[in-house]
């Protein structure tokens, strides 16, 4: 029994050893996935500063904020920070690195970034151009009302406007600016009773898509009835154009009927002309023949009645000689 006793407190001593390796080796993999992951670069959105944006760019204010952002985190330390931004730059935001050097440090980068492409607005300006925001016809709610709350935001970030008045203006210039009449009626009862901007945003972002099902369920039908239309009306069509065949078939075969008989009609009164010009001909070839004999006959009887006057005067004169 004793020996037992002893195995069971050795077998227990070498569990617990088991057990304190194994948590020894977890922390150590712990502790080495931890540096690792401290040691990775952490990954900007690229930005060019060219008049025209390269593929994947995004503006100077989203960059910055990403900038802002990293420097706040305690797992980012400022070298990883700064080669981040270094490989986040391209094109003229690139160049602009070259004047400043190689060591240049982040603040000295961001100082120069700054100058050259952060928002130069006035107060007056960037109000004016909030007050004047209006929904454009193919922009919904959510792009428009991310749109004018950048625009209050900067005005903000520049010292230009206190946080506290940022509800009220975004609630009001929101819904007032609203394109479709017919979003703003049906959501005039929201804007009188929710004063949260964010939860007004909501509430008529759900009434925008009733509205858009509606008018696609209301297309859908409508194209259908069209196509239904059409179908009825390409029949009928193609029955009119059936009948109309046959009718211009008939008319063809009365045509030719018609167009056959004055043929018919052309060629008998021709022949018949033919006949006629032909007895004309022969009529004059034989008056011609009788009238050339007559002649012939007239000189005869001229020839007789002259030597019968050529007789009696010598006659007479024989007579008067005897006298």
């Known amino acids: 029994m004793a020996d037992k006793a002893v195995e069971g407190a050795e077998g227990g001593e070498n569990v617990d050893t088991e057990d304190i390796m194994i948590k020894k080796l977890l922390a150590s993999v712990r502790g080495h996935f931890q540096i690792v992951s401290?040691?990775?670069?952490?990954?900007?959105?690229?930005?060019?500063?060219?008049?025209?944006?390269?593929?994947?760019?995004?503006?100077?204010?989203?960059?910055?904020?990403?900038?802002?952002?990293?420097?706040?985190?305690?797992?980012?330390?400022?070298?990883?920070?700064?080669?981040?931004?270094?490989?986040?730059?391209?094109?003229?935001?690139?160049?602009?690195?070259?004047?400043?050097?190689?060591?240049?440090?982040?603040?000295?980068?961001?100082?120069?970034?700054?100058?050259?492409?952060?928002?130069?607005?006035?107060?007056?300006?960037?109000?004016?151009?909030?007050?004047?925001?209006?929904?454009?016809?193919?922009?919904?709610?959510?792009?428009?009302?991310?749109?004018?709350?950048?625009?209050?935001?900067?005005?903000?970030?520049?010292?230009?406007?206190?946080?506290?008045?940022?509800?009220?203006?975004?609630?009001?210039?929101?819904?007032?600016?609203?394109?479709?009449?017919?979003?703003k009626s049906q959501?005039?009862?929201?804007y009188d009773t929710i004063q949260n901007y964010d939860q007004l945003l909501r509430e008529i972002r759900q009434v925008e898509n009733e509205i858009n099902i509606s008018s696609r369920v209301t297309c859908k039908s409508g194209e259908s009835n069209v196509l239904r239309e059409r179908k009825v009306h390409s029949h009928t069509i193609s029955a009119d154009t059936d009948e109309t065949e046959k009718r211009l078939f008939a008319l063809e075969r009365k045509l030719d009927a018609k167009v056959s008989e004055i043929e018919t009609r052309m060629d008998d009164k021709f022949s018949k002309i033919l006949e006629r010009l032909e007895l004309n001909a022969e009529g004059n070839s034989s008056f011609r023949g009788n009238?050339?004999?007559?002649?012939?006959n007239g000189r005869q009887f001229g020839n007789n009645r002259g030597q019968q006057r050529h007789t009696g005067n010598r006659n007479t004169k024989q007579n008067e000689s005897k006298d």
């Open 38 to 183: 401290s040691e990775v670069i952490p990954k900007i959105p690229p930005f060019s500063g060219d008049e025209q944006p390269q593929k994947g760019d995004v503006t100077y204010l989203e960059w910055r904020f990403e900038i802002k952002c990293l420097q706040g985190d305690p797992g980012v330390s400022s070298g990883h920070l700064l080669q981040a931004m270094r490989r986040s730059l391209r094109g003229t935001a690139r160049k602009m690195l070259i004047p400043l050097g190689e060591r240049a440090t982040t603040s000295e980068i961001l100082d120069k970034l700054d100058a050259l492409f952060s928002d130069i607005s006035t107060n007056g300006m960037i109000m004016q151009e909030f007050f004047n925001s209006f929904q454009l016809p193919n922009e919904n709610v959510t792009s428009f009302g991310c749109r004018i709350e950048s625009l209050l935001q900067t005005a903000i970030d520049n010292n230009h406007l206190r946080k506290e008045a940022k509800n009220d203006l975004l609630r009001h210039t929101f819904w007032t600016s609203l394109g479709s009449e017919k979003l």
């Open 187 to 190: 959501t005039r009862h929201k």
């Open 291 to 296: 009238y050339g004999t007559g002649r012939g």
